[in-house]
């Protein structure tokens, strides 16, 4: 009995998957469109977010009557292709949209505000349209599907793995060099570099997670990511936050292998997989999101990236126990990771068929999130709330949430103020981003079919969040879609070769020459202006001389300072004596022995507090080099006694 009802289960899901995103965009397209002629008058309202609570659910109410109607139009025409065995053309089908051009006019003609921005109903009207063409589409004739010989030579994985383990290595010498000279130049910061060296230095002394300077003394204020605890035995070896720079970089120059792995075996068919592969691992390597993570500090998200391709690898060959093992891996890297396990669930029951499989996923992923949120984190909601042991996250999504609704506030915006999403998905500093996401894989991605659902966490995260550095190659949040990207890249050029479209050194040249385009426009790394940048700052080619002093002189005082003794540093000073027990973020010093200031960037309270030492006598100023500022608690006088 629990084979057919799992089978419709399963079967009720991947129809869902099927239709309701398509019913989504018409419903908004046809919906909003509506609700702008009957409401000309609110229409600047919604598009800067200030619709109330009933004229939202007004909206919403137009949009869902709407998607019902679409969606009964589009299953009778998909019920009556399929009983009369119709062939639809597509061209003929894509006229269809055209018709979604009438209220978008009419919105244009009606409303001044959309009269200024008839893009964004023309937009309407394409979304729309494209989705009524390729919904009709999908119940007319596929074309056949082409298989062509496997690829002889199997000697060649020998020279392919060596091939790869030099240019990883090349790699990770470029990086490590380039984030150390920006390191020494003490750009690196205590958010996050010095947080990260703290956490693994105190779980490797038995105290999980724990960092003095956050909130809570643990890092389960903000996340969650227990699989730090396997990497902490390296400042055993290295006690010093490079150690962390060079993981990093290693770790994400091995995303090489099981990407080229994954390209290798999914177009084992083809002849010319292999050069496709090899070709996709250097595009990789040149991503300039991948440089953006590997370069800003470092962060336990960035350890997901070659992770989530070993577990499609695995999922792909169906290895299932390897899969549950990457799986598990991946989820104690972050909590939010279990939203990236539900992306390859729905991918395994859509794309893959894999029901039972994927469902498995979807609620171990789902179940996982829970147990974390309400057993280890310091606040159980999703976005969290700002409090004394927990950081909010709902300024990410500011312009969602309105009066920090937190998620179910968003959701709800999500739902009934489309415009003001679409609005926010468009700017122009987003486009450009998934352009520079997208053009070094050639717009691969775009032909995945049904396994660009590993990309829809990631596309979420970075459609919705209102915060600029969330969608910016220069920061670490691309790791949330970098690797459905590249994952989805291997599917769409093997869609490609499946319909004859292309070869296999088509396609590779197609991807080498996407990347050499896009870097020589300045899209890749190094830029064309030549300024290399990690996060806010920009990475200088060579140290100054000043520089090259300043950090001799930081070194000699780490070597004047025990290994045991409390140390405060100011933010960019930090990291470089974050691998101790007792350490602290200016101005809170606490029992400090030794304050170390940078001033650079400092706070008022900073500046104030850096001025009062310098003219108190229970501190010593024992250093004073190129901005950099240490001070040594005076020993205290024991007065004499009486024998």
């Not at 991946?330 to 992306?343: N, T």
């Not at 029951?349 to 984190?377: N, P």
């Not at 050639?442 to 079919?449: I, Q, R, S, V, W």
């Not at 064309?528 to 140290?543: N, Q, S």
């Amino acid at each position: 009995m629990l084979g057919p009802i799992d089978n419709r289960v399963t079967d009720a899901l991947r129809g869902l998957l099927r239709w309701v995103p398509v019913l989504f965009v018409e419903a908004i397209a046809l919906g909003v469109h509506f609700w702008i002629a009957d409401h000309p008058e609110l229409v600047s309202e919604a598009f800067r977010g200030r619709l109330t609570e009933p004229e939202r659910l007004a909206l919403a109410g137009t949009v869902g009557r709407n998607a019902l109607l679409v969606g009964v139009a589009l299953g009778a025409v998909g019920l009556l292709a399929r009983a009369r065995g119709w062939a639809l053309s597509f061209r003929r089908l894509a006229l269809l949209g055209g018709a979604l051009v009438v209220p978008a006019t009419w919105s244009i003609l009606r409303d001044p505000v959309m009269a200024e921005a008839p893009w964004l109903s023309l937009l309407f009207a394409v979304v729309g349209g494209a989705g009524l063409a390729a919904t009709a589409r999908a119940v007319g004739v596929r074309p056949p599907k082409v298989e062509l010989a496997r690829a002889p030579g199997d000697w060649r994985e020998g020279l392919d793995q060596a091939f790869l383990f030099a240019i990883a290595a090349v790699y990770v010498w470029i990086l490590v060099d380039t984030q150390g000279r920006h390191h020494h130049d003490l750009h690196t910061g205590a958010y996050d570099l010095g947080i990260y060296t703290s956490l693994l230095w105190n779980t490797l002394q038995g105290d999980f997670l724990a960092c003095p300077f956050i909130k809570g003394g643990t890092h389960m204020s903000a996340h969650f990511d227990p699989i730090l605890a396997l990497f902490s035995p390296l400042l055993a070896l290295w006690r010093d936050a490079e150690a962390l720079i060079a993981l990093q970089a290693a770790w994400l120059a091995a995303g090489v292998f099981p990407l080229y792995h994954l390209a290798r075996h999914h177009l084992r068919r083809f002849a010319g997989g292999r050069s496709f592969a090899l070709a996709l691992a250097v595009a990789y390597l040149v991503h300039p999101a991948l440089h953006g993570i590997n370069l800003f500090d470092f962060h336990s998200l960035a350890l997901s990236v070659p992770v989530i391709f070993w577990v499609v690898y695995f999922a792909e060959r169906r290895a299932w126990k390897r899969y549950a093992g990457a799986l598990v891996f991946l989820l104690l890297v972050r909590e939010d990771m279990a939203f990236q396990g539900v992306c390859v669930g729905l991918y395994l029951v859509a794309a893959r068929k894999e029901r039972r499989a994927g469902l498995l996923t979807i609620a171990g992923s789902l179940a996982w999130l829970v147990i974390v949120k309400q057993v280890f984190m310091g606040d159980s909601s999703l976005l969290m709330k700002e409090s004394q042991e927990s950081y909010a996250y709902g300024s990410y999504f500011r312009g969602l949430t309105p009066r920090g609704s937190g998620m179910m506030g968003m959701l709800l915006n999500l739902l009934t103020n489309p415009m003001l999403v679409v609005e926010q998905v468009l700017q122009p500093e987003r486009l450009g981003y998934w352009a520079r996401l997208l053009v070094p894989l050639g717009l691969l991605p775009f032909f995945a079919g049904w396994r660009a659902l590993l990309v829809t966490y990631g596309l979420a995260f970075t459609a919705l969040a209102t915060k600029e550095v969330v969608y910016s190659t220069e920061f670490h949040y691309s790791a949330t879609i970098l690797p459905g990207l590249f994952c989805a890249a291997v599917f769409g050029a093997g869609s490609l070769l499946q319909r004859g479209r292309a070869t296999s050194q088509g396609l590779a040249a197609w991807v080498v020459g996407a990347a050499l385009c896009a870097s020589a426009t300045g899209a890749l790394w190094p830029p064309a202006d030549g300024e290399l940048k990690a996060a806010w700052y920009v990475i200088e080619d060579e140290l100054a001389p000043g520089a090259i002093e300043r950090y001799g002189a930081l070194q000699r005082l780490k070597a004047r300072i025990g290994p045991d003794d409390a140390v405060c540093a100011s933010g960019f000073a930090l990291p470089h004596f974050a691998a101790r027990t007792h350490i602290y973020h200016a101005p809170e010093c606490r029992d400090a022995e030794w304050i170390v200031f940078l001033d650079r960037q400092l706070h008022r309270h900073e500046k104030d507090q850096l001025a009062a030492l310098r003219a108190d006598l229970e501190w010593e100023q024992v250093l004073s080099v190129e901005g950099l500022e240490a001070f040594r608690r005076r020993a205290s006088e024991t007065p004499p006694t009486d024998e």
